[in-house]
C-alpha cells in the first residue's frame, strides 16, 4: 500500500485523527527523516520504523489469519488454460527462456 512513511500520514489521520495531534511536521521528522532540502522540505527519508510499524500493527492495522477465515473461503480451483501463440512468437519466448535450439 506505501512506499513512504510520509504517505500513511493523510491515511491516519483519517482512521485515527489524535494518533499524531494532526501535526504533519512532526510526524514528518519522527518518521521521515524531514530535512529542508534544495527545493524545499524533503520527506523521502524515513526513520524510527520499528515504532511506527508498532504503531501500524498493534493499534490500526487488521491481521487475519488463513486459519481464521479458511472456513469462509472456496475450494481452491486449478485449471489449465491453452493459449495459442503464433510460431513466430513462440520462438521468441523459447528463445528469451533459453529454451531456443
Not at 529542508?36 to 520527506?43: A, E, I, L, R, S
Request: with cysteine; glycine share 6%.
Amino acid at each position: 500500500m506505501l512506499n513512504r512513511p510520509y504517505e500513511a500520514f493523510n491515511l491516519l489521520q483519517m482512521i485515527w485523527p489524535d494518533i499524531f495531534h494532526g501535526k504533519f511536521t512532526s510526524f514528518t521528522k519522527r518518521y521521515c527523516d524531514a530535512k529542508k532540502g534544495k527545493f524545499g522540505m524533503d520527506y523521502s527519508g524515513a526513520t524510527n520504523l520499528w515504532e511506527l510499524n508498532y504503531i501500524l500493527t498493534s493499534h490500526i492495522m487488521i491481521w487475519w489469519l488463513k486459519k481464521d477465515v479458511l472456513t469462509e473461503l472456496p475450494d481452491k480451483i486449478r485449471q489449465k488454460v491453452n493459449v495459442d501463440v503464433d510460431s513466430k512468437q513462440l520462438e521468441k519466448i523459447q528463445e528469451y527462456l533459453g529454451q531456443g535450439e
